[in-house]
């Protein structure tokens, strides 16, 4: 059984793509999902290793080890490809230049996050039946990607972000995946099947969930030669996002 594959991209594959790679199969194994994870940058700046700053933030939000080398997309990774995730909607366009059939299963991380937060589980209940927090159910959950709290701190303007303290970094304890209910792909279907057939689902519901004002929230900053602040906050964005997006894979790639 093929595992599916999943692909990161950004500019110069050292900060955002490496670190969203990293946390992406962090959040994966954590939920023994079998899947391939990798990236590649736009304008790589091949076999360089992940800025120091970039490899910092992975370890404390989790990831197994940051060993990492640049290296340029291609056409051909991108067809190899069954879900690709970049940084920003510049990014997107390059890669669907590369290989224009990849627009079906090409999408910025952010906008992947937020698309698979709006599309509820057939075993979820009605969002109006969930209970408030109090005494029976505890605090309610961490805002995610398709929260107004999470698209306000994505929006916060680099410049003013320099100006802030750094946002806390989220322990690995404190911030575990949400794991979805486990519905196994049946014996007789790939994993790569039951995950292209999720990824195009989620595809198809693109329209029905129009872009963020400002369109920007579906991008992702550069953080590289920024302050230490900028890239605590990018760090942050991009864990909410893999960490919603990992749950969110857990019914096509739980293995049985």
Known sequence: MSAPRILLVCTGNICRSPLAEQLLRARCDALGLLVEVHSAG????????????AAALSLKHGAHDTEHAAR???????GEADLILTA?????????TLLPKAT???????????????????????????????????????????????ARRAD???????????????????RQPVEAAPQPASATQPAASAFSAFVASIAATRGLHPSPTPATLDDIDDPFRQSVVVYTRVAAIIDDSVTTIAAALAPALRQS
């Open 156 to 174: 916060v303007p680099t410049s003013a972000a320099t100006a802030e303290s750094p946002l806390p970094v989220v322990s690995q304890q404190d």
């Open 72 to 78: 340029q997309v291609t056409e051909q990774l991108v």
């Open 42 to 53: 736009t304008r790589a700046m091949v076999a360089s290793p992940m800025t120091a700053e």
């Open 88 to 96: 920003t909607r510049d990014h997107r366009r390059e890669v669907v």
């Open 104 to 150: 079906r299963y090409t999408f910025t991380l952010n906008q992947f996050a937020r698309l698979v937060s709006a599309v509820e589980s057939p075993s979820d209940p009605p969002s109006s039946s969930i209970p408030g927090p109090g005494p029976e159910t505890g605090p309610s959950l961490e805002p995610g990607p398709g929260s107004p709290t999470w």
